[in-house]
């Protein structure tokens, strides 16, 4: 029961940072046409091994699950980029000095930084069709990243960042 609580406790902390998504695609494209995956060989996402190795399972795991296959010939190629940025400290305190006499005034404030800037993650997928339409579709993730968060936390963050990609593919027709 301990673990199970700690688990959705990990679960519910990934799930407090907010996981934005835009998606792109080629309107051409049949997607009913892309049923296997592979990764190009040559990805440099720029995170660690071991995260590599956490959201390729994540996105293996959710890709298996809408029916694709990972193989050795695919219909198209997968490439992940990321990208690590500080977002600005939104929240300050001011403090003001003024004084004046006769028709004359003047006054200083300051504004005093209150705690401090998050650290974000952009993860860009992209699915390439090499002997088609080249790339089809892509999602780019936005979402609120902690350098020393625990293994189990990076592993719930990135299938909380899968899950909310692939809500996107195939696109919905109109």
């Known amino acids: 029961m301990k673990k199970f609580l700690y688990l959705f406790l990990l679960v519910s902390l990934a799930s407090c940072n907010a996981i934005r998504v835009t998606y792109d695609y080629e309107k051409t494209a049949d997607f009913s046409n892309y049923k296997t995956y592979n990764y190009y060989s040559d990805i440099d996402s720029g995170m660690s091994e071991l995260d590599n190795k956490r ?6 795991a959710a890709l298996q699950a809408k029916g694709l296959t990972f193989s050795e010939t695919p219909d198209f190629f997968i490439d992940i980029q990321t990208a690590q940025y500080q977002s600005a400290n939104q929240s300050s305190v001011g403090v003001g000095l003024g004084g004046g006499g006769g028709n004359v005034g003047g006054g200083v404030s300051v504004g ?13 997928f992209e699915f390439v069709d090499e002997d088609g339409i080249g790339l089809f579709w892509q999602a780019v993730s936005d979402s609120g990243y902690n350098p020393n968060a625990s293994p189990e ?22």
Do not use: M, T
């Not at 299938?159 to 027709?173: F, M, Q, R, T």
């Open 55 to 60: 959201l390729f399972n994540a996105l293996d």
């Open 153 to 174: 936390a990076r592993e719930a963050q990135f299938k909380a960042i899968v899950e909310k990609v692939l809500e996107g593919y195939p696109p919905k027709s109109n």
């Open 112 to 124: 005093i930084p209150v705690g401090q800037a998050s650290v974000n993650r952009q993860i860009v």
